[in-house]
């Protein structure tokens, strides 16, 4: 009797407890889809960045990765849920400039920790901003906007996809180095932004290539400037905002990938052979490019490094346009 409860013992301390049955070994992974958070609403430039890498890394991986858009307080909202997400690398997360770099210079509580809570993949790529105002504002240049709003103190205003997020830093960076005073209006994300500049609820914005692209083309934006310090490939017609008489004037976002902190070494290593390959595909390369995206592929460190720079870049610019952070 003793051996057979000996037996009973040792085959009861066998079987996994918790979690751990659900857990699937890393050889197997990923056995199930994944989960790719997108800290804003459907429309917006990150939203297309995230479904075409989504559909590429369902290709790389062979299981479903499916676009989860968690929008809300500038993107401090999906940053929140991704960190505190099981670390298992079936959750990615849309890690940009905004949740890594610029909302740390603006918020005293995030909620998350840019370095702690976040494993990162790479760096996907890039694209310069663009001033963007309603086709009723008498302006087709950076210099008429300019005159136009300085004769309008307090008069005009601005969208933004939320505090934080670098098309509103954009604005306030332009706005000091003009000396013009225009209102801040937030929305929750690109596409409700997009569509109040195009119902003239508001008379300007700041915002990606890929997300003026569209209505610029069909004359319901006029785009003035880009951000980038030349001139972008897709709109050699559009000035950049340096040679529009504002020299060193220079804003770029980026988006990348990340998983929260903690996954399997094994799990990372996949996903971190996958994102480059993903990116390497002629049809996600061709398709990110359509968009205005530079694809600009990093390793996991270097991305890791680009982001303690562009952190530190933004703690100084944040400081020195003089807003408080929250």
Not at 50 to 59: E, H, K, N, P, S
């Amino acid at each position: 009797m003793k051996r057979i409860r000996s037996v009973v013992t040792l085959a009861l301390l066998a079987i996994p407890v918790g979690g751990a049955l659900a857990q699937p070994a890393p050889s197997d992974y990923p056995s199930r889809p994944l989960r790719y958070i997108v800290p804003f609403p459907p429309g917006g430039a990150t939203d297309i960045f995230a479904r075409i890498v989504a559909d590429a890394l369902t290709d790389r991986l062979g299981q479903q990765v499916v676009v989860d858009n968690r929008g809300g307080a500038g993107g401090l909202l999906g940053a929140q849920i991704a960190a505190r997400s099981t670390p298992d690398g079936y959750t990615l997360f849309a890690c940009n400039i905004a949740s890594l770099a610029l909302s740390p210079a603006l918020y005293r509580k995030l909620g998350y920790d840019p370095d702690a809570d976040f494993a990162p993949i790479g760096l996907i790529g890039s694209n310069p901003n663009a001033l963007g105002i309603h086709p009723s504002i008498p302006a087709t240049s950076v210099a008429e906007f300019i005159a136009y709003a300085k004769a309008r103190p307090g008069k005009l205003n601005y969208g933004s996809a939320g505090v934080g997020t670098s098309p509103q830093l954009s604005m306030e960076l332009f706005k000091m180095n003009a000396g013009i005073d225009i209102v801040h209006i937030p929305y929750k994300g690109g596409g409700p932004l997009l569509m109040a500049l195009i119902g003239a609820e508001i008379q300007s914005m700041f915002g990606t290539v890929p997300l003026l692209l569209g209505p610029t083309s069909t004359g319901k934006v006029r785009m003035l400037g880009v951000t980038s310090p030349a001139r972008a490939p897709d709109l050699p017609e559009v000035p950049t905002i340096a040679e529009s008489g504002m020299p060193g004037f220079e804003v770029v976002s980026w988006q990348g990938l990340c998983t929260p902190a903690g996954a399997p070494d094994a799990v990372l290593g996949k996903l971190r052979t996958a994102l480059p390959a993903a990116l390497a595909l002629p049809e996600t390369r061709k398709r990110l490019a359509d968009q205005g995206v530079q694809v600009t592929p990093m390793s996991h460190d270097e991305y890791a490094a680009y982001i303690r720079s562009e952190r530190a870049k933004w703690a100084k610019l944040v400081k020195d346009v003089g807003i408080k952070p929250q």
